[in-house]
């Protein structure tokens, strides 16, 4: 059975096609078999009022069987057997660019709905697929790409369309926020708690995705898409690797009232230009940020007319990714019409440029000088210093100190600090961080 | 031009009506030119590509008029008028219980969408509400009436459809969090805090419908019914006034490590029982509730597989609860289908009882034996004391102490402190507050 809809509005009307299967019921293969595809599955059959489940995908799928699977679902490794198959919903949980992106685009060519968790397929090919499904009138979903069980996408498509958005922020990496809470609240080593992470399943043997910024940059890639209207490659979002912060990091951003975190932040500059970064920053111990604990995720959404709008939960893990999935089924299943959306503008130039205030940790021999070989530095670029902090225990042989800066352009920052780096009384490379004032940090390259 | 659209699922098939006007944009009448009323009148008119504003209705509507509005809007006194126009979609601002609620059912009969901001409204009559926007085929939208403009009643129905719902906990009203964060914060007397914010425009001259808890009574209501799936009168959820709450609580919950906010609270506690209440409750300062700062709002919802996910915001306030106003007509406007929902049941029961730590304040003249008095009423409930506290700095004559209690069942906490109430020593009524542990807390009636 085959139902059209005619739905009105500003945009060229379009032609809806909801087809359903027995008993109305909204069909649905799903690829991949891991962690999020067995959740998926289980609640997919939970859900067997509305949503019937008719194959799963994945590679040497004999390996992958299981009994508690409803005995009428097709078993397959062959993606065309999937997509020739009357189905309604094609749910992407393979992973990776290739060949999901084929298979995305396939299945919206013949006009079947896509649901993906695939945050690199969205950031850096989502717009095109979106005009894919537009152009085929059906529906591309990736609630679960950003944020796992946050329903941040659809918050900022429905829930704020009536606003202006003009900056998200968020921390959107679960291992970096479990990695830096533990090292916040006990002390630990960035190395041993990395060590734990790996050994909780948190992060993967090789972590630099997590650690280095990349993950947390392409989920930034789909919110600056989704909620600025500006579609970037997530390669020209600048990242910093949280491996060089130290314990000592968080007992002087304690003293400026503040604590660390991996964030991501974009916001639309000017007319089309992105300006966004992933790093370590120091958050004040007041903001919702500060407050967010373990592997957990929160996005911050500011907006014109609505102030800041927050979104916290489970950012991974299979239970809430699933729950994110089938949400999106059940809104097309629901027969909801394909999100109207202002079209992604192309953005002309990707920078990290803001004036804002800057945290800097020099590790140096103790000698007469120093203090102000810096100052003057700082004072030739205009940069107020906001206060110098040491913390008593160290050897005078490699003594850490901080600068905290008082809000200036990235830019002038980054000069001073390549001059400064040029001193020959550094022990350990200079660590700067952004500081997050209620506006976006900037992003620095020392 | 009418279009018709066909909508397939589950449910039995209705027609979507969906009208529009000049230049296929959604018509509007705006009731209701407050605060909030002028702000959704901005914004409707910055949305003007696909929303038309083609009537303002108010009593006394001279002294309303505005010269920003768009001259072709009408401006008239009379609902009549109103619904003969030919509308789209009614936004209901004038808020009250009458004539209110008569004018949306109207418009609902006559196939008009109805937006409104209305938490009295809703909370009373929004199941039998949505039953005629149903049968009507149009849409009831509610977004404003909980939270503002944190858009949590559609991430319910729609973010996290494919989760089992447990549980709703959150701060709700902003004038009691202003009240609690100000004494909390800086040390400020109950009175000189309501003062304050009577002062800033947060509460009213009377202030009971905040303090007293009836305003987040309604909203909890309205979150039970969307998120549990249970209509409960709004009346038969038990309230706490945080009036009764004096500066040296927040010395002692600090002591377990807890804060005090006004929470409401509700879970589905058996098939049909709705187990919820609204009152200050010590939240442990590792909880999100714990860091909603000032007048904002933060709903926090439990599913079985997803977890806790946080909503938060500004919770009142002309821009926001326009934003959440506007985005309801937007949905509206680009054609979606009525929210399906499961119908509400009414609940059987209403109750508060929960097993929960308690924390228990004591105003005392000091004389020996009150311990030993307290404890052995305790014990014969089977109740166990998890601490005493004493805060130096107090007279003999009038000495403050608190008694915190391990989780224990409601009504034997209740039956205890009855029996502890009988006792001659009490100087002042005895402050009790349950504890959130993660689990709800459980309502006492001390």
Chains 1, 2 share one sequence.
Request: net charge negative.
């Amino acid at each position: 059975m085959s139902l059209q809809s005619l739905v009105p509005g500003p945009e060229p009307k379009v032609t809806s096609r909801v087809s359903t299967g027995a008993e109305g019921r909204c069909r649905v293969a799903l690829a991949g078999f891991g962690t999020v595809g067995r959740s998926a599955a289980r609640l997919l059959q939970d859900a067997a009022r509305e949503v019937e489940l008719v194959a799963i995908l994945n590679r040497d799928v004999d390996r992958k069987r299981v009994d508690w699977v409803d005995g009428a679902v097709r078993w397959t490794d062959s993606i065309e057997e999937v997509l020739d198959r009357p189905i309604d919903v094609f749910i992407e949980l393979i992973g990776g660019r290739s060949p999901a992106e084929d298979w995305i685009r396939r299945a919206l060519a013949r006009g079947i709905s896509v649901v993906t968790a695939n945050k690199q397929v969205i950031a850096r090919d989502g717009a095109s697929l979106l005009d894919a499904a537009a152009a085929n009138d059906c529906h591309l979903r990736f609630e679960a790409a950003v944020a796992g069980g946050v329903p941040v996408i659809r918050a900022i498509e429905s829930g704020l369309a009536g606003d202006r958005l003009t900056r998200v922020a968020g921390i959107l990496n679960g291992t970096c926020n479990y990695i830096l809470t533990k090292m916040e609240r006990e002390g630990t080593a960035f190395a041993d708690a990395l060590r734990e992470a790996q050994a909780l399943g948190y992060a993967e043997a090789n972590p630099s995705q997590d650690i280095d910024g990349f993950d947390a940059q392409a989920k930034l890639a789909i919110l600056a898409m989704v909620a600025l209207g500006i579609q970037a490659p997530p390669d020209a979002i600048a990242t910093r690797s949280i491996a060089t912060v130290d314990g000592v990091d968080f007992r002087y951003a304690r003293r400026l009232g503040c604590t660390i975190r991996q964030i991501a932040w974009a916001e639309r500059n000017g007319d089309l230009e992105l300006c966004a970064g992933v790093g370590p920053t120091l958050v004040p111990l007041e903001s919702p940020l500060a407050a967010v604990n373990g592997s957990e995720n929160l996005v911050s959404i500011q907006g014109r007319f609505g102030g800041e709008t927050t979104f916290g939960g489970r950012g991974a893990g299979g239970d809430p990714t699933a729950v994110a999935v089938l949400s999106d089924v059940l809104t097309i299943a629901r027969g909801a019409r394909p999100a109207v959306r202002p079209r992604a503008e192309r953005s002309a130039r990707v920078s990290s440029d803001a004036a804002t205030p800057y945290y800097v940790r020099f590790t140096v021999v103790d000698r007469p000088g120093i203090i102000a070989a810096l100052a003057s530095v700082f004072a030739k670029y205009e940069i107020n210093i906001d206060a110098i902090l040491q913390e008593p225990g160290f050897p005078a042989s490699q003594r850490p100190f901080i600068v905290s800066l008082d809000a200036a352009p990235s830019a002038a920052v980054n000069a001073a600090l390549a001059e400064i780096g040029a001193f020959d009384f550094h022990l350990v490379p200079m660590l700067a961080m952004p500081v997050l004032d209620g506006r976006a940090p900037a992003e620095v390259t020392a």
